[in-house]
């Protein structure tokens, strides 16, 4: 069965300092993996979609990035956080290119940026 | 670009009555629709889901049905329990496997 690992589970920064949050998947190859940002009060935010190693796409501009270093691993990076930055982050992954394809979250990351 | 909205909440029913949460989306083409829920502390589960219109996706005694005409995905349940407290997620995922969710809406059910 495929499974979705993500950490660190919490993490609090100061502010300007950088972020990394990982995660993976295993039990299945060349998955669709997606970085959501869940604020208060703002429901799910996409923020990057990739289909494959190296290809990712940005949905909001901001100052994260992400990277796909291998096919089952997903990174969320900045280099200087923000207090915007808060929140909960949520790292996904679905199967192949058909829309009805159902999509599988990991257990989440909350960032707390002082 | 596609986008989903559904009613704010917080909505607040007693045990065993009727829940309505609407839910609309606009979208390129014909996309997918789904209910996800996510109880306090966890990530998000899938709920239910219709890839077709005037498909009806069920589970756990809830049930949307696809309506393309009125493009809507409204969430039902005809009896509420206390164990349905949760905050409920109404999605659309368009050709491209790009999932959109709208913002949630917390229910809390008492008994």
């Known amino acids: 069965s495929q499974t979705i690992h993500q950490w660190p589970a919490t993490l609090v920064q100061p502010v300007g300092s950088p972020l990394s949050l990982e995660c993976t998947v295993e039990?299945?190859?060349?998955?669709?993996l997606y970085w959501y940002r869940q604020a208060a009060g703002r429901g799910l935010q996409l923020l990057f979609y990739?289909?494959?190693?190296?290809?990712i796409s940005s949905e909001v501009p901001q100052n994260l990035s992400a990277s796909r270093p291998q096919d089952r691993q997903f990174i969320l990076s900045s280099k200087k956080l923000l207090l915007s930055d808060s929140g909960f982050y949520l790292c996904a992954w679905s199967r192949g290119t058909d829309s009805g394809n159902t999509i599988y979250f990991g257990e989440g990351s909350w960032l707390t940026v002082v | 670009g596609d986008s989903v909205t559904q009613m704010e909440g917080p909505v607040t029913l007693s045990e065993e009555a009727f829940l309505t949460i609407n839910c609309t989306y606009t979208a390129t083409g014909y996309p997918s629709l789904f209910w996800y829920v996510q109880y306090p502390g966890e990530g998000l589960q899938l709920l239910l889901k219709?890839?077709?219109?005037?498909d009806k996706g069920s589970n756990k005694g809830f049930e949307a049905t696809y309506r393309k005409e009125t493009t809507s995905f409204h969430l039902e349940k005809g009896s509420v329990q206390v164990s349905d407290s949760a905050v409920y997620f109404c999605?659309?995922?368009?050709?491209?496997?790009?999932?959109?969710f709208g913002s949630g809406t917390k229910l809390n059910v008492k008994p």
């Open positions: 990739s289909v494959g190693i190296g290809q």
């Open positions: 039990g299945t190859s060349n998955p669709n």
């Open positions: 999605a659309l995922s368009n050709n491209f496997n790009k999932f959109y």
């Open positions: 219709a890839t077709k219109a005037d």
